[in-house]
């Protein structure tokens, strides 16, 4: 059995500035298994959230292919794509992009409300996860009445809500104080085993991405196995 829910091969992305062509990435190949927590590491402008943005769909290469789940990801229709994203991925960004004007419950209910899900069948779902996150005190808080740390919980549990095969994390901790960051990444960590959901997560703290299975560098467009 094939136990490999999201590749890549030989994935590039150029951008053209004037008459010069930069190469951000190429020639990437990457596998990651079911339950499997990969971190990816590099130099600020290395190219880390590009590659995580290409593997999410949410930017398109200059070449290579993406497979999500078995399905390749760039011969579908933009509908199609939002449609195997809101099934099988989620995202946790540096920036966590929550609705302000809504509580922390209403947030992580989004993206089943948006797949047409029964609201009376969401809400019950929205607040486990939510307690799992350790926020069971915090349903009806608006985003602003939350500190960062309760933020990126709240994030996560939006990501976790529609049981994705796995989970794209941008600089998680990016924002966070040491302490926050500690608690973010151990919870990463807890619910990639008490779930079993693959983790990609890209971050500058060597000493957090260390504690994944797998740590790649993407070094001079290349990505290279430290672990």
Request: net charge neutral; aromatic share 4%.
């Given at each position: 059995?094939?136990?490999?829910?999201?590749?890549?091969?030989?994935?590039?992305?150029?951008?053209?500035?004037?008459?010069?062509?930069?190469?951000?990435?190429?020639?990437?190949?990457?596998?990651?298994?079911?339950?499997?927590?990969?971190?990816?590491?590099?130099?600020?402008?290395?190219?880390?959230?590009?590659?995580?943005?290409?593997?999410?769909?949410?930017?398109?290469?200059?070449?290579?292919?993406?497979?999500?789940?078995?399905?390749?990801?760039?011969?579908?229709?933009?509908?199609?794509?939002?449609?195997?994203?809101?099934?099988?991925?989620?995202?946790?960004?540096q920036f966590h992009?929550?609705?302000?004007?809504?509580?922390?419950?209403?947030?992580?209910?989004?993206?089943?409300?948006?797949?047409?899900?029964?609201?009376?069948?969401?809400?019950?779902?929205?607040?486990?996860?939510?307690?799992?996150?350790?926020?069971?005190?915090?349903?009806?808080?608006?985003?602003?009445?939350?500190?960062?740390?309760?933020?990126?919980?709240?994030?996560?549990?939006?990501?976790?809500?529609?049981?994705?095969?796995?989970?794209?994390?941008?600089?998680?901790?990016?924002?966070?104080?040491?302490?926050?960051?500690?608690?973010?990444?151990e919870l990463f960590?807890?619910?990639?085993?008490?779930?079993?959901?693959?983790?990609?997560?890209?971050?500058?703290?060597?000493?957090?991405?260390?504690?994944?299975?797998?740590?790649?560098?993407?070094?001079?467009?290349?990505?290279?196995?430290?672990?």
């Amino acid at each position: 059995m094939n136990d490999v829910i999201l590749s890549c091969r030989d994935l590039a992305k150029s951008y053209h500035d004037g008459t010069s062509v930069i190469d951000v990435l190429s020639h990437i190949d990457l596998e990651v298994k079911s339950s499997e927590m990969v971190s990816i590491v590099g130099n600020s402008g290395s190219g880390k959230s590009t590659l995580l943005h290409l593997l999410g769909g949410l930017d398109k290469p200059t070449s290579g292919q993406v497979w999500i789940s078995g399905k390749e990801l760039f011969v579908l229709s933009e509908v199609e794509k939002c449609r195997l994203r809101n099934n099988f991925l989620g995202f946790v960004y540096q920036f966590h992009h929550l609705l302000a004007d809504f509580t922390a419950l209403e947030n992580v209910s989004m993206p089943l409300l948006i797949r047409g899900v029964n609201p009376k069948e969401i809400q019950p779902k929205a607040e486990h996860l939510l307690e799992m996150v350790g926020l069971k005190d915090r349903f009806t808080h608006k985003i602003g009445e939350l500190s960062g740390g309760e933020r990126q919980r709240v994030a996560i549990a939006r990501a976790l809500v529609i049981d994705p095969l796995c989970v794209l994390a941008d600089e998680p901790t990016g924002n966070l104080d040491p302490r926050n960051a500690e608690r973010v990444f151990e919870l990463f960590l807890d619910l990639q085993k008490t779930m079993r959901t693959s983790v990609v997560i890209v971050t500058h703290d060597m000493r957090l991405a260390k504690r994944a299975q797998r740590v790649l560098q993407i070094e001079d467009g290349k990505l290279v196995s430290l672990v």
